[in-house]
Nanobody, 124 residues
């Protein structure tokens, strides 16, 4: 069983920054692909970024590329998302997710474990 706990959300003005963190339990954390998704009201859950177990490459949604950075520390069982140059359209609940079988996916259905989410609100 894997438990994921996000932190770091909040209210920020457009152009500002936030850093989200996700603490994971589980002895095989280092073998999981970790990802961030977001869910805004009236929209479907949206892929934001993923980082596979080795952290040697990353993938981002086009809407956040160049502004967000995903990273992981396998020794601490954490994955982080740095959000820079925030826009009002980035407002959403952000979820941390772990994939244990299908390891390079942007689809929520392929992720096995989810955190409870953390709210990010960007004011204009």
């Amino acid at each position: 069983q894997v438990q994921l706990v996000e932190s770091g959300g909040g209210l920020v003005q457009a152009g500002g920054s936030l850093r989200l963190s996700c603490a994971a339990s589980g002895r095989t954390f280092s073998s999981y692909t970790m990802a961030w998704f977001r869910h805004a009201p009236g929209k479907e859950r949206e892929f934001v970024a993923f980082i596979p177990w080795g952290g040697d490459f990353t993938r981002y949604a086009d809407s956040v590329k160049g502004r967000f950075t995903i990273s992981r520390d396998n020794a601490k069982n954490t994955v982080n998302l740095q959000l820079n140059s925030l826009k009002p359209e980035d407002t959403a609940v952000y979820y941390c997710a772990a994939a244990t079988k299908i390891l390079l996916s942007t689809f929520p259905r392929n992720y096995d474990y989810w955190g409870q989410g953390t709210q990010v609100t960007v004011s204009s």
